[in-house]
């Protein structure tokens, strides 16, 4: 079982989330999210987010219908009420515990390498809703706070579907990142 540890230290009190939060506008362009000013127009759809933490992208939604947020860690208090203000449900449990159906779209961004069981988490995602829209970071040694190492074969064979995979170098995100739509 993962030691959650390193990410809880990296939020911290969650005052200054703007390190993740401007990483949000670039993996939502690659995600195929529609953006209408700084938020992101989903039509009414319903959303799980696996791994969003206390700065999930649905926070940045418009137009959102009933829609959850999976997270393991614990967060001081007024993440929740934020959460509640915008109507999303918080349920602390870990994506591969994550047993919720019924969504349009399940989100995934930066949050398999942090996990204990991604091929796990991935199944969940397919069986929660029918798109699967996610981002992560491929090919990135596993250390500390980030014991699995991603790769596109390795997420390609999960989803069932081949993704795609470009370096960027711009608003917090460097390295590799693999994206990928599916839809059931």
């Known amino acids: 079982m993962s030691d959650y540890t390193f990410e809880s ?7 200054n989330t703007f390190d993740e939060d401007q990483k949000h506008y ?7 999210l529609r953006q209408k000013g700084y938020s992101f127009d989903v039509a009414g759809k319903t959303i799980i987010d696996i791994g969003g933490g206390p700065t999930s992208m649905l926070l940045k939604t418009i137009n959102l219908g009933n829609s959850t947020i999976v997270d393991p860690l ?3 208090h007024w993440i929740y009420e934020r959460y509640a203000a915008k109507k999303i449900n918080c349920f602390v449990s870990r994506g591969e515990d994550a047993f919720q159906e019924g969504y349009d779209e399940c989100w995934i961004y930066n949050c398999l390498q ?3 069981d991604p091929e796990l988490i991935i199944k969940n995602a397919l069986r929660a809703a ?28 999960w989803i069932g ?5 470009i370096q960027l170098a711009e ?7 693999y994206f990928n739509t599916y839809t059931q």
């Open 114 to 116: 942090h996990t204990d």
């Open 26 to 32: 670039v993996y939502a362009r690659y995600m195929g």
């Open 161 to 165: 579907k081949e993704g795609q995979t």
């Open 130 to 157: 029918k798109t699967l829209r996610i981002f992560e970071w491929v090919n990135v040694p596993a250390h500390d706070g980030h014991p699995i190492e991603l790769t596109k074969l390795r997420l390609d064979a």
């Open 9 to 15: 230290q990296y939020w911290g009190d969650c005052c």
């Open 171 to 177: 608003s917090g995100c460097f390295g590799r990142a």
């Open 74 to 76: 614990l967060y001081p």
